[in-house]
């Protein structure tokens, strides 16, 4: 969840990611593949970003985290979604059914 969180601060900042590479000390490659999740971010690495957006690490942590919560959030509401739906869809079809009967 990294990832997302620093591709999120690097454009809230309005850095494309070359100039964020320059910034780091590192490849514009190497900041695509942290930010697509492909590599977890170092210690050091971290005290950079830190230091570039002139926020404590602790920060960076709790903004990944929160995302990382959000997202386990919108999962399970996507399974009761289609929980509820299969319980509604089954009550129509039971009334379906019963006023078939009816008739």
């Given at each position: 969840?990294?990832?997302?969180?620093?591709?999120l601060?690097?454009?809230?900042?309005?850095?494309?990611?070359?100039?964020?590479?320059?910034?780091?000390?590192?490849?514009?490659?190497y900041?695509?593949?942290?930010?697509?999740?492909?590599?977890?971010?170092?210690?050091?690495?971290?005290?950079?970003?830190?230091?570039?957006?002139?926020?404590?690490?602790?920060?960076l942590v709790f903004?990944a985290?929160?995302?990382?919560d959000?997202?386990?959030?919108?999962?399970?509401?996507?399974?009761?979604?289609g929980?509820?739906?299969?319980?509604?869809?089954?009550?129509?079809?039971?009334?379906?059914?019963?006023?078939?009967?009816?008739?």
């Amino acid at each position: 969840m990294f990832g997302q969180a620093l591709k999120l601060l690097r454009r809230h900042q309005g850095l494309n990611q070359l100039a964020l590479a320059k910034k780091l000390g590192v490849s514009r490659s190497y900041v695509s593949e942290l930010e697509s999740g492909n590599r977890t971010p170092s210690l050091d690495l971290l005290n950079r970003y830190a230091d570039t957006f002139n926020v404590p690490v602790s920060s960076l942590v709790f903004f990944a985290e929160a995302l990382q919560d959000r997202e386990n959030l919108s999962g399970r509401l996507d399974q009761a979604k289609g929980v509820i739906a299969r319980k509604v869809i089954a009550l129509l079809t039971l009334l379906d059914i019963d006023s078939e009967v009816e008739l």
